[in-house]
């Protein structure tokens, strides 16, 4: 198959750079064939550890004037940290490990791209060739273990056939639904000699994703949209992986439909909208929630139905129909089943039904939805997000995480970590843009903030990154703040420090009978784990830790400081700044549904259930 043009909007590298030179053939090394082959490709960036097996790679990567690589401290940072790339700048992101441990170091980072759906190609070094199966120094299956968490993955033993692999695993994880795909390549293809020739042909006849829609599921969808009484707008993240949130915005403002956006998908639609509803899913608003509960249609985009943002699947929207649009067939009908299926890529998809749907008031066709936007305008006002200040004049997490979001503003980048620091982010932030919040969603990866903050920084030098973190999840990669200090990638990193694993904390809270069974962080032997420890005992002190790694170091513990010192690491943009918000950990997220129950059962409080008082209750 020959590869034809794909829209950059899609994430595809080489359609984002100068076109590759044409009709190139030289000898060479297969290692400097990999070299060339990402330069054709249009890679700028490569994450990685230099081992044994992908050592020959390294010595060609030296002289290379287009490929930039950051020598990360862990490979799960290499990882993360392509994935940030990807999400933040719409190319595919680029990691690079050596076999065994350093492959496998690269499995978790995979697993989260392929949940989220982020364009990633994953090279691996392999023993060489004839060593493959014998358990070799430093051998692992990676293709094996991977295969069930990459789009496609290769392992190449023949240095001829790098440059179209290279191409084709470029090819296949910007188009369609994007993914991560492995290339693992033999220590002896990389040392062989070989003759590179660009540009390459694809052989690739088993993938051709469908990206238009069929006009006739699309005048279907059109009609239900327009005879719908209480209809949802609900959007996930393949509308902003396919850059359709332009259309999603006319769509929305064409029909007077409500909009929610789903974790993966907050900055599709501007939080200000008069139509956002806000987040849905187990922390999401109240709106949210309960309009995907009482509507009649859910008109679904680029999401998956997942089982976060579903609760209880079979008490889900039990009144609603549904319109399903994604790219991947496979998700059609995977978890509910679709009145109308569309597949297609969502801006494709989106631009055809505002056609459909203008035909449809051209002939006289249009939905009234005062009554349901009555009901919504009312739940809006009366389950407002909202917090408990902390007790004692601490500080609060949701404070923090608020005042951040507006001092920074909405045209920073905020990378979260996983856990209640996540969903407060969720929840406080305002997004207004899409590209600007990073998360680890589907595989919820602690570790993932810091890393994928420096990837996002490194690809898009010029904006403001902010990593939101917890204590917990910090722990976990903040070795890489020495790799952005070391490479000129100034992240802001905001520490929200409970002194405990908070969102487990809360599960234990709520449904253990407040038996919390090592989640505190910061206890020792001496320490009953109930409250911080005292300034000189604090295990790791941020602080310094941060400083040793060359960063500046800050602390805010009072409300009365938290603009100052927000403010004060805004200016620093010289070096990375980590500030250790020491704040109070009894706050939980709210709301919540419990994880098994229905959307029904959702708390606006602890112990306090929204009473809707309609005939839908």
């Not at 081992?51 to 490979?75: C, F, N, Q, T, W």
């Not at 993955?153 to 179209?164: M, S």
């Not at 067939?329 to 998809?349: F, H, L, Q, S, T």
């Not at 969720?426 to 903050?453: C, D, H």
């Amino acid at each position: 198959m020959t590869e034809h043009a794909a829209s950059p909007r899609r994430g595809d590298a080489t359609a984002a750079h100068a076109p590759a030179p044409q009709h190139v053939v030289e000898t060479m090394t297969g290692a400097q064939s990999l070299i060339r082959s990402l330069e054709a490709v249009g890679a700028d960036t490569v994450f990685g550890i230099p081992g044994g097996a992908i050592l020959p790679a390294y010595d060609p990567l030296m002289d290379s004037a287009k490929v930039r690589h950051i020598l990360v401290r862990h490979e799960q940072g290499a990882g993360h940290a392509a994935t940030g790339y990807a999400q933040a700048t719409g190319r595919v992101g680029v990691c690079m490990a050596t076999s065994g441990p350093g492959a496998t170091n690269l499995v978790t980072p995979i697993a989260d791209a392929y949940m989220d759906s982020v364009p990633m190609v994953a090279i691996t070094g392999q023993v060489s060739s004839k060593a493959i199966g014998t358990d070799a120094f430093q051998e692992a299956d990676i293709c094996g273990i991977t295969m069930p968490i990459t789009k496609h993955n290769y392992l190449v033993t023949d240095p001829a056939e790098i440059p179209r692999v290279i191409a084709e695993a470029f090819h296949i994880a910007a188009t369609g639904r994007p993914g991560p795909v492995l290339v693992d390549i033999a220590k002896d293809a990389l040392q062989a000699t070989t003759t590179f020739r660009w540009p390459v042909e694809l052989s690739l006849p088993g993938y051709r994703p469908v990206t238009k829609p069929h006009a006739k599921q699309i005048r279907e969808a059109a009609k239900m949209l327009v005879g719908a009484k209480r209809p949802v707008l609900y959007v996930g993240g393949g509308v902003i992986k396919a850059q359709a949130t332009a259309e999603l915005r006319i769509l929305a403002e064409l029909t007077g439909a409500p909009v929610v956006t789903t974790l993966m998908a907050l900055g599709a639609f501007p939080d200000s909208h008069p139509q956002h509803l806000g987040m849905p899913g187990m922390h999401g608003s109240v709106p949210a929630v309960t309009a995907l509960q009482k509507a009649d249609l859910l008109f679904t985009l680029g999401a998956r139905f997942d089982d976060r943002v579903t609760g209880k699947l079979d008490g889900f929207a039990p009144y609603a129909k549904v319109v399903h649009a994604d790219i991947d067939p496979a998700e059609i009908g995977k978890n509910r089943p679709a009145d109308v299926p569309i597949v297609g890529d969502a801006r494709e998809v989106l631009a055809d039904l505002i056609v459909a749907v203008q035909a449809e008031f051209d002939a006289g066709h249009k939905g009234d939805y005062s009554d349901w936007w009555e009901k919504l305008d009312a739940w809006k006002k009366t389950y407002p997000l909202g917090y408990e200040p902390a007790p004692g004049g601490r500080l609060s997490p949701q404070q923090v995480i608020e005042r951040i979001g507006r001092l920074v503003g909405p045209e920073a980048i905020y990378a979260a970590g996983v856990g209640q620091h996540q969903m407060w982010s969720s929840q406080f932030i305002r997004f207004e843009k899409p590209g600007t919040w990073l998360n680890s969603g589907g595989a919820g990866t602690m570790g993932y903030a810091v890393p994928a903050a420096m990837g996002a920084k490194a690809g898009r030098p010029d904006t403001a990154v902010w990593a939101i973190d917890g204590d917990g999840c910090f722990q976990m990669t903040n070795q890489e703040l020495a790799t952005c200090a070391l490479n000129d990638i100034p992240i802001k990193v905001a520490v929200i420090n409970n002194g405990s694993l908070g969102m487990v904390r809360q599960w234990q809270t709520l449904f253990y009978n407040q038996r919390y069974s090592n989640t505190v962080l910061h206890a020792g032997p001496d320490h009953d784990g109930i409250a911080p420890p005292a300034q000189g005992t604090r295990i790791p002190d941020f602080v310094l830790l941060s400083e040793a790694m060359g960063c500046v170091g800050l602390r805010c513990e009072r409300p009365e400081d938290l603009d100052a010192v927000i403010k004060q690491a805004m200016e620093i943009n010289d070096r990375p700044v980590v500030i250790d918000f020491i704040v109070h950990q009894d706050a939980m997220v709210w709301p919540m549904v419990a994880a098994g129950t229905s959307n029904d059962e959702i708390q606006f409080a602890k112990g306090v259930r929204p009473d809707f008082g309609d005939d839908l209750d």
